[in-house]
Each structure stands twice: as structure tokens, then as C-alpha cells.
């Protein structure tokens, strides 16, 4: 048994917790961005071209690198392009596929 009595004792964190019961604290956080399928149609010359691309990366890197990562690549390298040199490769490769 107790020889002391408790009267006096502070609270515990879990009283104190109980007694304010404010707002109840979120576990997560959602993730901001969701990741979203998008669909592009391709010509056959593009195709090509990604087809070429994969193969000439998957075997500098020793191991298969996926065509989506190779696109998620492209997009990073064309947010740090020229925005002339990128403008004139996407009217070459318009005028390329009439």
C-alpha cells in the first residue's frame, strides 16, 4: 500500500491533455500532389526516338531504365533548357512528323 498520500501530487500529462482538449493534432499531413495518369499519342518518329533513347541509356546504366523515367528526365532537362533552343526543337519536330 501507498504510505504517502497523493492529495498534493501534480497531475499527469494525460490529466493535463484531458482537461485543455483542444483541438485534436492531425496524424498526416495529405499529400499535396497527386500522382495523376496522363496519356500522350506519340507518332511513330517519336516512338523511335524513345525506343533509341531507352536503349542507349539502359546500357550506359548497366540495367533497364524505363520510358517513364526517361520522359520525368526530359521534363527536368527542359525546365533548365533555353526556352529558344527547347521552342525551335518542338517546331522541328512539329513540322518533322506532317
Do not use: H, W
Not at 496522363?38 to 507518332?43: A, D
Amino acid at each position: 500500500m501507498a504510505k504517502k498520500s497523493l492529495t498534493d501530487a501534480a497531475t499527469s500529462k494525460l490529466a493535463r491533455r484531458e482537461e485543455e482538449k483542444g483541438e485534436t493534432p492531425g496524424l498526416l499531413s495529405p499529400r499535396k500532389t497527386q500522382r495523376l495518369p496522363k496519356s500522350f499519342r506519340l507518332g511513330a518518329i517519336d516512338i523511335e526516338r524513345l525506343l533509341r533513347l531507352s536503349k542507349r541509356l539502359s546500357e550506359e546504366a548497366g540495367r533497364p531504365i524505363t520510358d517513364t523515367n526517361i520522359l520525368k528526365g526530359l521534363l527536368l532537362l527542359g525546365e533548365k533548357a533555353n526556352a529558344r533552343k527547347l521552342l525551335t526543337a518542338i517546331k522541328d519536330t512539329v513540322f518533322e512528323s506532317i
